[in-house]
């Protein structure tokens, strides 16, 4: 099934991702195109998330951020507050809105990031999660906490406010 918003959506995100004048946040690396998945599959998680952002588990709001990178971009024996913690599953699962929505509750919105990456065999699959602490919350709103880099890979954080 195919959606009309994603190829909008991926052509803007494309467009500005070099865009110097926005700011980064969530502790991100300086952008860069290398970062960013082919537009197909930058398509295809645009619309994943967003359809997952409208489910609901247990009658709550599904909450996730995730970024679209290589496990390997995360060293294992890192952690909050000054790192990134790396957990891996046992086995990798393909990215779909009924996956995200099973793992949400368990991914801490303000504390990790779910993990995805391309597979060249099997396409985009969840690997597992990065946790990050919840010291980029305060760094974007203005406190004076620091907090550890992201690789300038895709982070998504579909939030229907509420």
């Known amino acids: 099934m195919t959606h009309s918003y994603p190829a909008d959506l991926a052509e803007v995100v494309l467009r500005t991702w070099d865009d ?3 700011p980064t946040e969530y502790c991100e690396a300086a952008h860069d195109h290398d970062g960013l998945p082919a537009p197909d599959v ?4 645009l619309s994943t998330c967003y359809q997952a952002s409208l489910l609901r ?3 709550r709001p599904v909450r996730f951020r995730l970024i679209v990178a290589n496990a390997a971009s995360f060293p294992a024996p890192g ?3 000054h790192g990134l ?3 891996l599953f046992t086995e990798p699962r393909p990215l779909s809105h009924h996956a995200l929505r099973r793992l949400a509750p368990a991914v801490d919105f303000h504390r990790a990031l779910i993990g995805a990456q391309i597979e060249p065999r ?3 699959m969840l690997w597992g999660m990065v946790t990050t602490g919840p010291r980029w919350v305060q760094a974007i709103s203005g406190g004076r906490q620091t907090c550890q880099r992201l690789p300038a890979n895709l982070v998504t954080r579909p939030d229907r406010g509420v």
């Open 20 to 22: 110097d004048s926005s």
């Open 42 to 45: 930058l398509e295809t998680v």
């Open 57 to 59: 588990e247990e009658e």
């Open 79 to 81: 952690g909050p507050p």
């Open 85 to 87: 913690h790396r957990l």
């Open 122 to 124: 099997d396409g985009l």
